[in-house]
């Protein structure tokens, strides 16, 4: 694949400063080893940190609408609540985070993969999850995972906060779980067996529905991930537990069989017998060639083409088994094949990533001076501070607000439609609004800068300049390359 088109097919394109690598090939798989440090100057929130301020928002919301009826003053404690616990702050502030260490990074394809498993191992846009978690998951848990191995990759995400809250795991327990058991006992409802989380984890984190599971199977997961849930509940606690972890009291005992292999407990203290089962289970999904298979199609349908070939696909299964799962192996495969079979292929951009990618490529301020998002968690957010949200709400892609947990698409089908072209068009036609300002440099001068450094055959996008120009019509330079085939399809 030609050198430049292979940048911006699996990174975001060259900064205007920024030296065209010799091997590309190279370039890109070096950024695979190590894990970057994020390159944000202001306070990086904790994952720990941003559970307790939104317990403590959840704890107060409860408080005012059950303690204040008058509708006027309801309205005005909540406002001062919103802004005390940063309730429309964190998510853009997460959004500025991510996109900075994009735009500014030094390794632009590692973050195009975090953003892959990101979308992946999707929280669903349910519960304020976005507002206080799902960010600081995928920053704290998501990226040191990325240089292991696949298999530790499932299993941590499998149990992280986020994703029990999400999939609603923390719901359920065994019908012969000692709490059930108890609660029959006692003539009290009993609690359900939650399928949730259990199928998500066969049919989009690992084997797909190609596997052939069955109900029986999906069931049998689920009685495996019983007791997985939140930890340190006390009599007459309100509001959402901190730590999540395993209780055996919730576990559906015995032996539970998955797709023929039966998962049996082991241990003899009776709080861990049935916790490895999941362990176990996680490994046995992993290392199928059902998930080989289907993990290494969704990777080559991001990075290469929406219906990669047998030929491209078997390049990262074959990296997977020899590594045994190494992610660092699997990804590296991922970039040979984009550079063997991706000449030949398009792939159209997602907005998030034609986002980044136009920032980059021609130097824009986006997503601006970090100083912009310090907040006093006091005032009213300004305009600039809520620009990225509002941008990439436009644009259909907020990257923490997937509506299903199969998460945002990956095909040109689903995102070539008129309406999001025009808004495309629409953004760069205020070209301010991303940070590329008339004062600095002409648009058509930004225009001819970007498409030779960016382009291995800048020649057809130059002549569309020099028309432009020729004609007074400079102002439609950005528009001409920024929204052409040629960088919506890479």
Not at 63 to 90: V, Y
Not at 241 to 266: I, W
Not at 378 to 390: A, D, H, P, R, V
């Amino acid at each position: 694949m030609k050198t430049k088109a292979f940048i911006r097919r699996v990174g975001f394109g060259l900064k205007p400063d920024e030296p065209v690598p010799s091997n590309p090939l190279d370039w890109a798989k070096d950024q695979m080893t190590v894990v970057p440090k994020l390159i944000w100057p202001g306070r990086l929130y904790t994952e720990n940190e941003m559970i307790d301020i939104r317990i403590d928002f959840q704890l107060e919301e409860d408080k005012i609408q059950d303690t204040e009826k008058n509708p006027a003053k309801a309205k005005l404690k909540k406002r001062k609540l919103n802004r005390r616990t940063g309730r429309k702050f964190f998510e853009k502030y997460e959004l500025a985070i991510r996109h900075h260490q994009a735009v500014h990074g030094d390794q632009p394809v590692f973050e195009r993969f975090w953003h892959f498993w990101g979308n992946h191992f999707t929280i669903v846009d349910k519960n304020k999850l976005p507002v206080f978690n799902t960010g600081p998951m995928q920053r704290e848990q998501l990226r040191p995972l990325m240089t292991g191995n696949f298999s530790d990759m499932v299993y941590n995400m499998t149990i992280t906060w986020p994703m029990i809250k999400s999939l609603d795991n923390f719901k359920s327990a065994g019908p012969n779980s000692e709490t059930n058991v108890y609660r029959k006992r006692k003539n009290k409802r009993v609690k359900g067996l939650n399928e949730n989380h259990g199928r998500e984890l066969l049919e989009l984190h690992t084997i797909s529905p190609k596997a052939g599971y069955t109900q029986e199977d999906v069931i049998n997961t689920a009685y495996i991930m019983t007791g997985w849930g939140f930890t340190g509940w006390k009599k007459g606690h309100k509001g959402d537990l901190k730590k999540t972890g395993y209780e055996h009291y919730n576990h559906e005992p015995g032996t539970h069989k998955v797709l023929g292999k039966e998962y049996k407990t082991s241990g003899f203290s009776k709080k861990t017998q049935g916790k490895k089962q999941l362990r176990e289970l996680v490994n046995d999904l992993c290392s199928s060639e059902s998930c080989r298979n289907f993990i290494a199609w969704k990777l080559c349908r991001h990075f290469i083409c929406d219906n990669p070939s047998k030929e491209m696909i078997k390049t990262v299964t074959d990296a997977w088994l020899k590594s045994k799962g190494s992610l660092i192996d699997i990804h590296k495969a991922v970039l040979e094949a984009a550079w063997k079979y991706g000449e030949t292929e398009e792939k159209f951009l997602s907005p998030e990533t034609w986002l980044i990618q136009i920032a980059r490529m021609t130097g824009a301020d986006w997503p601006g001076d970090p100083q912009i998002f310090e907040y006093d968690f006091k005032s009213k957010l300004n305009y600039k501070q809520k620009k990225i949200k509002w941008i990439l709400a436009e644009l259909g892609h907020l990257p923490y607000r997937a509506k299903q947990p199969n998460g945002f698409p990956d095909t040109e089908a689903e995102w070539l439609s008129q309406e999001y072209l025009v808004r495309r068009i629409a953004l760069v036609n205020n070209p301010t609004q991303i940070g590329l300002y008339k004062n600095s440099l002409p648009e058509i001068d930004i225009s001819k800068k970007m498409v030779n450094k960016n382009f291995d055959d800048p020649k057809e996008l130059l002549e569309v300049l020099e028309k432009l120009e020729i004609n007074n019509e400079s102002s439609n330079s950005l528009i001409a390359t920024l929204c052409s085939r040629k960088v919506l399809k890479v």
